[in-house]
């Protein structure tokens, strides 16, 4: 039985990974902290970190990027597994996290989706192939109107994917409003939409010559951001100090 210790309990995606793992058998949520304290789920939630009691073997986080440091320090020291989703931390922050895993396993990635993860994967393969046949790469990302950021976490990292697997050197455009010129060839186009409440739809979009290939993965709950935390924290119980990622669970 996986013990976990939910960091973020009382947010969105913690009432999501507290649902996720009611469904489970081979896991269980032993309890959580958040500031505001309130309880949700049969785990008694925690105000801080050093109030914790219960002995947990992993801890699965979608917390605050303010929050972060006492908790990478509280996984450090106590050399326990950490799943770390929360995004937006800083440049000192994601040092910390390299330090952090070299005294624990640390698993981060810019999207818990496995079905993202997998595209990924299949970037790397595909891109390659269709940029040396002269397709042209672009992608379109869409999200809730409530999203701060643009574009998304997740549609940088299709474009890395991409970029990296073509052997770099592209340029990342997400506005051609101010230019007139034709399209150069080492370029990624993002572009971003927001409206309405939609959870995540990306779009990689290769265009060639009378012909398109699209390779797209729609989000239609947050409930797959809470399985894969879930399938991460199983497969970190028990892995050597180092950093993971969503490409190490899906192998």
Request: aromatic share 6%; proline share 3%; hydrophobic share 40%.
């Amino acid at each position: 039985m996986t013990k976990i210790l939910l960091h973020g309990a009382c947010g969105r995606m913690g009432h999501w990974i507290a649902d996720t793992v009611s469904g489970e058998r081979d896991c269980k949520i032993v309890a959580g902290v958040d500031p505001s304290g309130e309880a949700y789920g049969e785990f008694p939630v925690y105000p801080s970190l050093a109030e914790v009691k219960e002995t947990a073997d992993v801890i699965i986080d979608f917390s605050s990027a303010t929050a972060v440091d006492a908790l990478l320090a509280y996984a450090a020291e106590r050399k326990l597994p950490l799943v770390l989703c929360t995004t937006g931390l800083s440049e000192a922050q994601i040092e910390t996290v390299g330090k952090t895993a070299e005294r624990t396993a640390v698993l981060r990635s810019s999207n818990m989706s496995i079905g993202v993860n997998l595209l990924i994967k299949v970037l790397r393969e595909a891109a390659p192939v269709l940029a040396a046949a002269g397709f042209d790469m672009e992608i379109v990302e869409k999200h809730h109107n409530q999203k701060l950021d643009a574009p998304s976490g997740t549609a940088l990292s299709l474009a890395d994917a991409c970029s990296e697997a073509c052997g770099g050197g592209y340029d990342y455009v997400y506005d051609r409003s101010q230019r007139r010129e034709k399209r150069p060839e080492r370029e990624i186009g993002i572009s971003s939409v927001r409206g309405g409440t939609i959870v995540g739809d990306h779009d990689v979009i290769f265009a060639g010559q009378d012909e398109v290939v699209t390779l797209s993965h729609r989000a239609y709950s947050r409930a797959i951001f809470a399985k894969g935390a879930v399938a991460a924290a199983r497969f970190l119980v028990g892995k050597p100090a180092g950093l993971y990622d969503m490409m190490d669970v899906i192998g």
